[in-house]
């Protein structure tokens, strides 16, 4: 099956500065690559997602590039906002036998002060 | 607005109770999936279903069942509460077609067993 690396937590940042939060992962076949958002007291929410290699997703100044080499997704943002504060999941999935699945990463809580 | 209902946001049961969870979706999704979600354990499958009646066993579904008697609506069934069931319950749907879509959330349900 499926498996899921991302960087632990916690990150914490200032307005303004980069962000990259790494995510590798094994996967049979060719999945889809997803990154999930939670804001606090909320459930997960689609952030950006790639179906196919070299593929770039992108939403709200996030982005992430499907890199099969090197099996990773990692996600990137120039200019993070206090209102940016929330935990982050990769998810590789729908791939092999079974294609319904998503394989969640354990998430990296990101606190960004003002 | 497309969406995942979970009936109840918060819920606090007695050792022992039988307990109900709900989720309801208006996508017509065919998949639909429990999960908890804990402190540094990230989400774990419970149980998921693919279509009415139908339902496999995720990866912790140990003390839980499920039902699906109508497509918009899954349950998730702890027959006797326990206090290690206390967590954060996340609800999920989904197209077959996982890999272009990824999953619709609810915003989960936080069960504290006493």
């Known amino acids: 099956g499926n498996s899921v690396t991302q960087m632990e937590g916690p990150v914490t940042l200032s307005e303004e500065a980069f962000l990259t939060i790494n995510c590798t992962y094994t996967?049979?076949?060719?999945?889809?690559l997803f990154w999930y958002v939670q804001y606090p007291g909320e459930g997960l929410q689609l952030l950006l997602k790639?179906?196919?290699?070299?593929d770039k997703g992108s939403n709200k100044g996030f982005e992430a590039t499907y890199r099969k080499e090197t099996t990773s997704f990692h996600l990137e943002k120039g200019s993070v906002q206090v209102s940016d504060s929330a935990v982050y999941f990769c998810?590789?999935?729908?791939?092999?036998?079974?294609?319904?699945?998503?394989?969640f990463g354990k998430g990296t809580l990101l606190t960004v002060n003002p | 607005d497309v969406k995942v209902t979970q009936s109840s946001r918060y819920l606090v049961k007695r050792t022992g109770e039988k307990v109900f969870l709900e989720c309801v979706q208006d996508?017509?999704?065919?998949?639909m999936f429990w999960y908890r979600q804990d402190p540094g354990l990230g989400l774990r499958l419970i149980y998921f279903?693919?279509?009415?009646?139908?339902?496999e066993k995720g990866d912790i579904p140990e003390g839980y069942s499920v039902s699906r008697e109508k497509k918009e609506r899954f349950s998730l069934i702890l027959e006797s509460a326990s206090t290690n069931q206390t967590s954060m319950y996340l609800c999920?749907?989904?197209?077959?077609?996982?890999?272009?879509?990824?999953?619709?959330f609810g915003s989960g349900t936080r069960l504290t067993v006493v």
């Open positions: 999920a749907s989904s197209l077959p077609q996982t890999r272009s879509y990824g999953y619709t």
């Open positions: 996967a049979t076949g060719y999945p889809s």
């Open positions: 790639a179906t196919k290699a070299d």
């Open positions: 998810a590789p999935g729908g791939s092999g036998g079974s294609n319904y699945k998503l394989t």
């Open positions: 996508m017509d999704h065919e998949n």
């Open positions: 279903s693919y279509d009415v009646k139908m339902k």
